[in-house]
């Protein structure tokens, strides 16, 4: 199907790593079908992190192994260098590696200052070219920290071009809490589009504001192709207070195709994925 733009579901990762329930893994296996049935070609699955931390993510490997082939892009979550060796030792497709443009925001999430995280995220875009596998990097808290508030423009515009240097797919810029503001959002993205050019750049925002909507169409008028979004809005993060779920992939995929820009993504197909979903969350199985 033609596409204009390009969602990235992240919902069977992010929007489930903070829900209290634990889904089994043949009933993720069964979300991340659906989603690719409604038009997802690229799924965040899991994320290879400490099952202590994230228990909601514990069967990242089990996971992989129960999903069935597909020319989807399969994307797994990684910190550092052991969950790197995990999801390519179970065969991801693409991994999705991290840094932190807040320094508080990094000691909290990875035990690493921006710069570190900066350092840690090259080292890995290396393993993964090595082993012969894409990789991407999200800058996180890219507009703001719940830790030490604001987050200069410049600092976040020098760690992703940096950042490129290192050979990555894509550089994704992500308000982690929900604070941004579309004005913010045109200025910072033009910014960071015309400082890795021609890298792509991908957006991830939360709804925590009700702005959301506005920023990813903003966004896509400073240019950027490529957009987070997680089935019926799930999701947040266990490191930020305060942050509430992604945009959801229904309401960001309406936006699109009433605006005439093709997603490539079953509106009606998807809207019954997020009742189903919902029911299983609700329930707790």
């Known amino acids: 199907m033609e596409r204009d733009v390009e969602i990235v579901e992240v919902g069977p990762r992010d929007g489930l790593q903070t829900e209290s329930v634990q889904l089994s893994t ?5 979300l991340i079908r659906k989603l690719e049935a409604a038009g997802a070609r690229r799924v965040e699955v899991a994320s290879f992190v400490n099952p202590k931390v994230v228990p909601q993510m514990a069967d990242a490997e089990a996971l992989l192994a129960a999903l069935p082939r597909s020319d989807t892009t399969r994307i797994g979550l990684v910190l550092n260098e052991r969950g790197a060796q995990r999801a390519l030792a179970a065969g991801i497709g693409q991994l999705g590696l991290v840094c932190a443009a807040s ?7 990875q035990g690493k200052t921006g710069e570190q995280s900066l350092e840690m995220a090259l080292r890995l875009l290396a393993l993964a070219r090595h082993e012969g596998r894409p990789a991407q990097v999200t800058i996180s808290v890219a507009f703001g920290c719940p830790y030490s508030g604001d987050v200069p423009h410049d600092r976040v515009v020098e760690y992703a071009r940096r950042l490129a240097d290192g050979g990555p797919a894509e550089i994704a ?8 503001a579309p004005g913010e959002v045109e200025r910072l993205v033009r910014r960071v589009i015309e400082a890795i050019r021609p890298l792509p750049i991908r957006v991830h925002f939360h709804d925590t504001r009700a702005t959301g909507i506005a920023n990813v169409w903003a966004a896509y008028g400073a240019g950027a192709r490529s957009f987070d979004a997680s089935i019926g809005g799930l999701g947040g993060c266990p490191f930020a207070p305060g942050a509430a779920g992604n945009v959801a992939t229904g309401d960001v995929g309406y936006m699109f195709e009433r605006s005439r820009i093709r997603t490539g993504l079953d509106l009606a197909q998807l809207g019954e ?3 189903w979903l919902r029911k299983r969350v609700r329930t707790q199985e």
């Open 26 to 30: 043949a009933t993720k296996v069964e």
């Open 103 to 109: 320094d508080a925001f990094g000691l909290k999430n």
């Open 173 to 180: 810029l992500a308000d982690t809490i929900g604070v941004a």
């Open 273 to 275: 994925v997020a009742g």
